[in-house]
T-cell receptor
Framework: GENVEQHPSTLSVQEGDSAVIKCTYS??????FPWYKQELGKRPQLIID?????GEKKDQRIAVTLNKTAKHFSLHITETQPEDSAVYFC?????????FGTGTRLLVSP | ETGVTQTPRHLVMGMTNKKSLKCEQH?????MYWYKQSAKKPLELMFV???????ENNSVPSRFSPECPNSSHLFLHLHTLQPEDSALYLC?????????????FGPGTRLTVT
């Protein structure tokens, strides 16, 4: 079945630095790649997503890049702030079927 | 209530008990999901209902039994669970549109099996 690997498992940065989280997937048929943020004790919430027909997407301080040939995609957060501290999950698949990565705990220190 | 709601938020049950988790979505979506979230493991998709029909069952043990009586409600019936079933159970919903495939999650039910 589909497998999604996510790295690193934890990431500590100083406020203002950039953070990058990387995921690889195995199913070449996957065509949808969302990223979710889950704060402690709260529900996962979508922060950005990308379809397979697009190589990059940006929304203010966050961006996602997709390399379909290499089967990997990455989340980039610039000018990090303490409120960015959370667990971030990547996922791959299609509509109604997603396989999630194991999550990255991001800690942004003031 | 808006979004996706789940009840109860916390549940402790013995291995011989029978209980049900409830999910309700107020977004007008036509698909609903159950996920299991365990510590240090990825979110695991358990069941998918689309237009009230089950379209996905990821080899989930029969002690978990889903029910979708209408497009707004989803239940997960639990019986003779094992301690390893202790986890956060998340419900989600989505609506296939040309613009978004986003799944909206509920707050989850924290289940402890003793």
């Amino acid at each position: 079945g589909e497998n999604v690997e996510q790295h690193p498992s934890t990431l500590s940065v100083q406020e203002g630095d950039s953070a990058v989280i990387k995921c690889t997937y195995s199913d070449s048929a996957s065509n949808y790649f969302p990223w979710y943020k889950q704060e402690l004790g709260k529900r996962p919430q979508l922060i950005i997503d990308i379809r397979s027909n697009v190589g990059e997407k940006k929304d203010q301080r966050i961006a996602v890049t997709l390399n379909k040939t290499a089967k990997h995609f990455s989340l980039h957060i610039t000018e990090t702030q303490p409120e960015d501290s959370a667990v971030y999950f990547c996922a791959s698949g299609g509509f109604q079927k997603l396989v999630f990565g194991t999550g990255t705990r991001l800690l942004v220190s003031p | 209530e808006t979004g996706v709601t789940q009840t109860p938020r916390h549940l402790v049950m013995g291995m011989t008990n029978k209980k049900s988790l409830k999910c309700e979505q107020h977004l007008g979506h036509n698909a609903m999901y159950w996920y299991k979230q365990s510590a240090k493991k990825p979110l695991e998709l358990m069941f998918v209902y689309s237009l009230e029909e089950r379209v996905e069952n990821n080899s989930v043990p029969s002690r978990f039994s889903p029910e979708c009586p209408n497009s707004s409600h989803l239940f997960l019936h639990l019986h003779t669970l094992q301690p390893e079933d202790s986890a956060l159970y998340l419900c989600a919903s989505s609506q296939r549109t040309s613009g978004s495939w986003e799944q909206y999650f509920g707050p989850g039910t924290r289940l402890t099996v003793t």
